[in-house]
């Protein structure tokens, strides 16, 4: 299933996500995913794996073109020239042509945003990169970029999950037709949070499904793109396999309360990695 991107392009609803996921294991875990029928792969350059992913594309059976494929641009790399280098590089280390998606990875100051996304459109213009967007903005961020953006932002990809919602930035981000994409889909390293949780599996039982297809489930019927990362084959295919059963009113309704506002990632106003020499 597809969502649809302000500038017409489509973006697969659900992704494999591939942080912390070493060389040789995201090797295989693209191909499986490729071959469960996952489109979409989401790296970073601070990743290390674009070499991996990019080989995992070439090796798989899926031609390129089926296959969206995001990376992100470091904070070390908050200049025109220095994300202008960096989008050439993750190019090559992909071994492609083409980005479907580059995003900012994390928001640095409002001029250096300005100077990363002058980079991005360039590329853009130059048939490098198809759509462009920018991760863990904060709505004041995206107010400033776009304030001077020549293309407008086709997505956001922020930590959302069942207790860090997001639900009104969501609504910030209908109102400026950029879709959000949700990392950490299941709390990351606190993904025994989604495991035991009690409505996530009273509402599973009744599908028969898991805990974590819940979780993928209830994000695409909130139009959210979820990026959920494993590298264990039966979980790849498991967090796949959602098409097939449609929560209710009452079951979103139920899954809404789970909601605290709780941050397992950095808040994006507080994060010095890769700032501190700029
Ligand atoms: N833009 C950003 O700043 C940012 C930040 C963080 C993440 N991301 C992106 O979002 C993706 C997802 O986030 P994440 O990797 O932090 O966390 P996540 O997808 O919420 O959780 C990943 C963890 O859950 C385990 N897991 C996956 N499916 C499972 C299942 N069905 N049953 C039991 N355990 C399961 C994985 O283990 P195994 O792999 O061992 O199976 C891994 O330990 C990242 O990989 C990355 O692509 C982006």
Not at 237 to 245: K, L, Y
């Amino acid at each position: 299933m597809n969502f649809t991107l302000q500038n017409g392009r489509n973006i697969p609803a659900v992704g494999l996500g591939t942080w912390r996921a070493k060389q040789d294991d995201v090797y295989k875990a693209v191909l499986k995913a490729l071959d469960a029928g996952y489109r979409h792969v989401d790296t970073a350059v601070i990743y290390g794996n674009e070499e991996e992913v990019g080989r995992g594309i070439a090796d798989s059976s899926v031609p390129r073109t089926d296959v969206f494929l995001t990376t992100k641009i470091w904070n070390t790399m908050h200049t025109r020239d220095a994300a202008a280098q960096q989008i050439d590089e993750s190019l090559s280390r992909l071994k492609t042509d083409y980005l479907d998606l580059v995003l900012i990875h994390w928001p640095g100051s409002y001029e250096r945003n300005a100077a990363v996304w002058t980079a991005m459109e360039d590329a853009v213009d130059a048939g490098k990169i198809r759509s462009i967007g920018v991760s863990n903005f904060l709505i004041h961020h995206i107010d400033a970029l776009l304030s001077t953006a020549r293309i407008r932002p086709a997505a956001n990809q922020v930590e959302c999950h069942i207790n860090l919602q997001n639900t009104r930035l969501q609504q910030y981000l209908d109102g400026k037709d950029m879709r959000l994409e949700a990392y950490a889909p299941f709390k990351s390293d606190r993904i025994k949070d989604v495991l035991d949780n009690k409505t996530l599996n009273e509402i599973g039982r009744s599908h028969g499904k898991t805990a974590t297809q819940v979780v993928v489930r209830w994000l695409m019927q909130r139009g959210i793109v979820a990026l959920p990362k494993s590298v264990t084959p039966s979980r790849i295919e498991e967090n796949f396999d959602v098409f097939d059963f449609e929560l209710t009113d009452d079951e979103m309704l139920a899954i809404r309360k789970l909601n605290k506002g709780e941050r397992t990632f950095p808040e994006p106003d507080n994060v010095d990695f890769g700032f501190e020499h700029l």
